[in-house]
């Protein structure tokens, strides 16, 4: 806000819905105030209009003393019953609205459902991936085809790298892997066993994922690293912070690994921050790697830092990697070239260069630039 000078404009915004939400709760103040009042005032009229009649009759010889006081001691007790039911009432009424929003909320039913039968994954997890003519399109654009007929098979323990435009469905193959979406058409099987049949929490714990932008928890630096593996010892995430060139950071700050990085972790830096996911990747020790530009927020010592770290972590391990930075991907025997949800080309980068086509545009652009700026 600041930077864009708009601090005058969001305080107005601000301080309207502040006042509409003041206004609001006056009303339903008055509202509540007025019926207690109205209660109050229509019981106590009754217990008046007893006394009164009551009282004729006492003098008429009617009623005795005792029974007017008697029949008094009820009132009272009906008086208070009654001004009590009246409060009762408004937290009802804010109750029932509650439990309203609640049970929508409970009534919702996930996309993507765990199986009433689920099928146990092969152990130990090999990591081997298939997509076979994957149709998937995302709830809020039914129009367009994020996948369209998208086949890969991915054998366990190789490295492969997606690359092509952006909206090319590379980072949809990732949400469909963790199945936080559902296909609609076609199938998806990791290590021999479709994954619609997989309990999606067994099949995530096989999978672990470096995201562009890494989600860091406030907390100490060692929870975020032992986040996928809660169970590992000090010595276990110290290695995994070495591997991942974040030891040296990590060891200057004034508590070490106990130091407390705040919401979002906003007292790192961007390439703290990705540090501390591959850490965290490499820590978790699963069968298949998501990498989505792991390598994005670094400076150029620390990339070559982290992908030393990167490389022992991939070997013997299936590995799919999103890449728009085609340098860090060329020493891979495989590329995959998407681009409208589907897969135009495939092989090595000199093979895919020599072929032309949209790998080798992308290759020319990327380090032409380079070039330039060296």
């Known amino acids: 806000m600041q930077a864009f000078t708009r601090e005058g404009t969001e305080r107005t915004v601000f301080g309207k819905t502040v006042e509409s939400s003041f206004r609001i709760a006056i009303d339903r103040t008055r509202a509540r105030a007025i019926m207690t009042t109205v209660v109050m005032a229509a019981v106590a009229s009754c217990v008046v209009g007893v006394f009164w009649v009551g009282a004729h009759d006492v003098a008429a010889h009617q009623m005795t ?10 009132a009272i007790i009906f008086v208070t019953g009654m001004g009590s039911l009246s409060e009762t009432y408004g937290d009802l009424q804010r109750a029932a609205g509650a439990s309203e929003r609640l049970m929508e909320l409970l009534s919702v039913e996930p996309a993507v459902a765990v199986p009433a039968h689920p099928t146990a994954l092969p152990s130990p997890g090999r990591g081997a991936v298939e997509f076979r003519d994957v149709t998937f399109r995302y709830p809020t654009r039914l129009e367009h085809a994020a996948l369209n007929g998208f086949s890969l098979k991915i054998e366990a323990g190789e490295a492969v790298a997606l690359v092509g435009p952006s909206g090319a469905g590379k980072s949809t193959v990732f949400q469909l892997l963790l199945r936080f979406f559902a296909a609609q058409s076609g199938s998806i099987s990791f290590d021999g066993v479709d994954v619609a049949d997989i309990d999606p929490t067994d099949l995530r714990r096989h ?3 470096v995201a562009q932008d890494p989600v860091i928890f406030s907390g100490s630096i060692l929870d975020n690293i032992r986040y996928g593996r809660p169970d590992a010892t000090l010595d276990e995430a110290r290695e995994a912070a070495r591997a991942a060139a974040a030891s040296e950071f990590i060891e200057a700050l004034p508590k070490g690994y106990e130091t407390q990085i ?3 972790g906003v007292t790192l830096s961007g390439g703290q921050r990705q540090r501390l996911a591959i850490a965290r990747a490499m820590l978790r020790n699963a069968p298949l790697l998501l990498l989505d530009e792991a390598t994005s927020a670094l400076d ?6 982290v992908q030393t770290g990167l490389n022992n972590l991939m070997r013997g391990r299936t590995t799919i990697v999103i890449a728009h930075r085609l340098a860090t991907i060329q020493r891979l025997a495989r590329i995959v070239v998407m681009d409208q949800g589907r897969i135009v080309a495939d092989g090595s980068h000199a093979e895919l260069v020599a072929d032309g086509g949209l790998y080798a545009r992308l290759a020319s652009l990327q380090f032409s630039d380079m070039a330039l700026a060296g």
């Not at 003393?65 to 009820?74: D, K, R």
């Not at 150029?300 to 830092?305: G, T």
């Open 300 to 305: 150029s010592e620390n990339e070559r830092l």
């Open 262 to 264: 705040g919401e979002r």
């Open 207 to 209: 999978i672990a994922l």
């Open 65 to 74: 003393v005792g029974m007017l006081t008697q029949f008094a001691g009820y």
